[in-house]
């Protein structure tokens, strides 16, 4: 499973003239493309948009909370595509300057990376994710996130989602110094409303300040 060979597309302003990037990450079966068009509801002059393609649009192909050796070696090669797209993009605008946002395996993937690669960024939105791995996975990441604004939303009924999970990675992320907004959201299912829309919305418009 070779990520790095699947498109990276790009909206917004050119990486070269942007004020600020954001790498979008999609959900499993889904595409980059359907990714994108989330940002017409926050599309911002100056933001420059970048969202990998996931080869055969699964970033890995068992659940998040199956042990990762079993999710191998497509995890690991997701996560070094995720790297590939943050580098360009911070060497582009800075890692103050750049979010992540992910829905649903894409969520996943961006919490994990993120916690993997603590440091101060724009900012990290997580819709119906969570960090990956099963219970008692070891939770032992490096680094500060440094005040990164952090938001966590989901359903409490996710069929995919454990809300237990959420709560997990949200203490994850205070513990590495995120500033972090949880919203759990009763009875929505899987999938993303307007007032996480909202929250993203606000957290690309930041970037820009």
């Given at each position: 499973?070779?990520h790095g060979d699947q498109p990276?597309?790009?909206?917004?302003?050119?990486?070269?003239g942007a004020d600020a990037a954001?790498?979008?990450?999609?959900?499993?079966?889904?595409?980059?493309?359907?990714?994108?068009?989330?940002?017409?509801?926050?599309?911002?002059?100056?933001?420059?948009?970048?969202?990998?393609?996931?080869?055969?649009?699964?970033?890995?192909?068992?659940?998040?909370?199956?042990?990762?050796?079993?999710?191998?070696?497509?995890?690991?090669?997701?996560?070094?595509?995720?790297?590939?797209?943050?580098?360009?993009?911070?060497?582009?605008?800075?890692?103050?300057?750049?979010?992540?946002?992910?829905?649903?395996?894409?969520?996943?993937?961006?919490?994990?990376?993120?916690?993997?690669?603590?440091?101060?960024?724009?900012?990290?939105?997580?819709?119906?994710?969570?960090?990956?791995?099963?219970?008692?996975?070891?939770?032992?990441?490096?680094?500060?996130?440094?005040?990164?604004?952090?938001?966590?939303?989901?359903?409490?009924?996710?069929?995919?989602?454990?809300?237990?999970?959420?709560?997990?990675?949200?203490?994850?992320?205070e513990r590495l110094d995120g500033?972090?907004?949880?919203?759990?959201?009763?009875?929505?299912?899987?999938?993303?409303?307007?007032?996480?829309?909202?929250?993203?919305?606000?957290?690309?418009?930041?970037?820009?300040?």
């Amino acid at each position: 499973m070779n990520h790095g060979d699947q498109p990276l597309l790009r909206e917004g302003t050119e990486l070269s003239g942007a004020d600020a990037a954001v790498v979008l990450l999609h959900g499993r079966g889904a595409s980059a493309r359907s990714i994108l068009a989330m940002t017409a509801e926050f599309d911002l002059e100056g933001v420059a948009y970048l969202a990998p393609q996931a080869a055969q649009r699964t970033w890995y192909p068992q659940s998040f909370l199956e042990p990762i050796e079993r999710n191998e070696p497509w995890l690991t090669a997701a996560l070094d595509r995720v790297g590939e797209v943050v580098t360009e993009a911070t060497d582009g605008v800075g890692p103050y300057r750049v979010a992540l946002i992910g829905f649903s395996q894409g969520a996943c993937l961006a919490s994990e990376w993120t916690a993997r690669n603590a440091r101060r960024y724009g900012g990290l939105a997580a819709l119906s994710g969570g960090l990956i791995g099963p219970e008692e996975t070891p939770r032992d990441y490096e680094g500060s996130l440094d005040g990164t604004p952090v938001f966590l939303g989901c359903s409490d009924v996710d069929p995919h989602i454990p809300v237990e999970r959420v709560h997990e990675t949200r203490e994850v992320f205070e513990r590495l110094d995120g500033e972090v907004t949880e919203s759990i959201y009763e009875g929505m299912g899987h999938g993303i409303n307007e007032d996480e829309l909202s929250h993203v919305s606000t957290m690309v418009s930041n970037l820009l300040v």
